[in-house]
């Protein structure tokens, strides 16, 4: 099963906000094409680790960042790094659902223009191409020119996640993505992720143990700052190496 | 995501009481016919095979509970599964047991002229392959059948015992075969009654209701 290359190497990764250590010596590979879960309680550093993953915590005060992450081999924080590339190489889909207050087509058309797109044709194929990617299209095609703020949660979330799929990342983190959403928009998302795999490597941080276990393929369990346990999530949640992860996983704290 | 792990699961069950019924019927015909290469297999190729399955279907059903917290009818096919598999394991090792005395028996002289044992033979592999259609079918009409074979197949060991004991008064010679033959017909009734446990369990996945141990009959009665 490991036969996937890593697509983001984590070297000895320590992260402080302020004094305080947020991060303490973390060392992870995270491999392509993959769903890497990342779970733990409250506070142990898991949506700091992801936000470091693109750079979102590049403007965190007093923020500092010790060891490195290497994305398919170069170093996202080195001062050549490009963070404008390394943020569309690796897309980000937030807790809350938060589309521009645009329509929907101008939602996933942005990124492109951002990027210097001007033809036509090539921004609608894209944005086709994207809403379908989401398991969006069947329901917004036929009022792209709408508000994207008058679409439910669950649906706004897909057009986050086809906004992310527009210009063509190679990783995609997911910091709880279902945390506002109702169980049946869960189960869309989810689904939509399984799918998503086949073409992206894919981090998600949650807080339900039990959608960790459901959608991927490794898990890692951090604690106070720590990464306790990293391995394949059937071994992770039916035998886990550490006894930490056996008491948080059998609701002993957390 | 769960319904088609639980497809995975049923697949690999059903190949492995395929591959035990395929034993049950070897070590029958190895018997009967003094096949000892037969035989052979069923002790050296399948048996390890059925081991494997046995803990390939542990870990599946384990992993299937940790990730997806199956519920209702998902949960009952899940633990039907891994109980299934335990008896599965069992009915192999019965196999073989078979397959130790008729080794034994096929290179000396027939002690009768055997009637019962294949009788048995043919009611146990009739109920065990009845058992995975009504799994595969959630056939519960035809499970509930399966259990009620069950009583011909006691009676047929019962007329064994008394034959066999029969022809060891008359001559001590016979002994050790007839204990072998008596081995063999034990064996077979032991997988007629895990048969009938097979079946209990699929009327437990498909109804949802426990038939074990006449509960029916004592919840009717209250």
Redesign the interface.
Known sequence: MDINPARISVENLNFYYGNKQALKNINLNIFEKKVTAIIGPSGCGKSTFIRLLNRMNDLVPGGRVEGSILLDGSDINAPEADVVDIRRRVGMVFQKPNPFAKSISQNISYGLELEGSRKKDFIERKIEESLKKAALWEEVKDRLDESALGLSGGQQQRLCIARCLAVEPEVILFDEPCASLDPISTKKI??LI?ELKKDYTIIIVTHNM?QA???SDYTAFMYLGELVEFGH??KV??VPKEKRTEEYLSGKFG | MLDEKLIELKKEIVEYATLVEKMVKKSLEGLLLKDRQALLEVMQKDEPRVNAYEIDIDELCTNLIAQYQPRAKNLRIILMVLKMSNDLERMGDHAVNIVESALFLSERPDVKPLVDIPKMGELVTKMLSDGINSFVNEDAELAKSVCKSDNLVDDLKDKVFLELSRIMGQDPSTIERSLHLLRISGNLERIADLSTNLCEDVMFVVEGRVIKHHREEQENAR
């Open positions: 989810e689904e399984l039990q276990a459901r959608v999530t059937e949640f039916t």
